[in-house]
Every structure is written in C-alpha cells, then in structure tokens.
C-alpha cells in the first residue's frame, strides 16, 4: 500500500506565498506522475501542477508564473510553491501520484501501476 501525506496548507493574504509538500511512503518501486489538483466550495476538481519522471511539467494557465512545482525522486516528496497568492486560488488541494509497485503472487512477482490521492490540505486567501 502506499499512503501520501501532505503539509503546508493554511492561511495566507492575498499576495502571500505557501509551500506545499507531499511525501509518498510505502512499496513504491517508482513513480511516474506526481503532482497536485484543488477543488474549490461548489467546484471541480482541476489540475494545477503535475511533475512527469522524464522531469517534464504541466502547469495550468491559471498558475503559471506564480506556482512551481518541483520534485524531489530520491525522497518520493513533490513540492508546490505557491506565489503571489489570489482569492480564487483558496481550495482544497491533492496530492497525486502514479506509482509503480510489486507484489508476489503465484505465478512471480508482478509489477502494477496505481494512482493514490492525498487526504487533501486546505489553502485559504483572504483578500
């Protein structure tokens, strides 16, 4: 089983900054895709920033230029720097991770990929 933990969320002004940081522990053999998604009161979820293996990123229009995302392999840990902060950027953010693990069965060992979420952080902006 793997189990994501988030920290960083909380209460910030308008044009503040938080990080964010979500660390993957369990039987994880790699990963491919790791990265954040938020839901804001009466939203949908959507993609904010996710962090690829081969170190490419995909950003949403609505961050870029004010959140990074970077990676950290050897700790399993994803980090979102969060700059220059909005109102409308107060949500609920996940954490996300496509892992690659191994479990033995009775034909071997079996390598599967799955996705896992995070409980979630709340990051609110107060304008």
């Known amino acids: 089983q793997v189990q994501l933990v988030e920290s960083g969320g909380g209460l910030v002004q308008a044009g503040g900054s938080l990080r964010l940081s979500c660390a993957a522990t369990g039987s994880i053999l790699s990963i491919n895709a790791m990265g954040w998604y938020r839901q804001a009161p009466g939203g949908q979820r959507e993609l904010v920033a996710v962090h690829n293996r081969d170190g490419t990123t995909n950003v949403a229009d609505s961050v870029k230029g004010r959140f990074t995302i970077s990676r950290d ?11 220059s902060l909005k109102p409308e950027d107060a949500a609920v953010y ?3 991770a496509q892992v690659v693990s191994q479990v033995a069965t009775t034909s071997g060992v079996k390598r599967y990929t799955a996705p896992y979420w995070g409980q979630g ?3 609110t902006v107060s304008s």
């Not at 392999?73 to 979102?80: C, G, H, I, S």
């Open 73 to 83: 392999n050897a700790k399993n840990t994803v980090y979102l720097q969060m700059n």
């Open 94 to 96: 996940s954490c996300y």
């Open 121 to 123: 952080t709340q990051v």
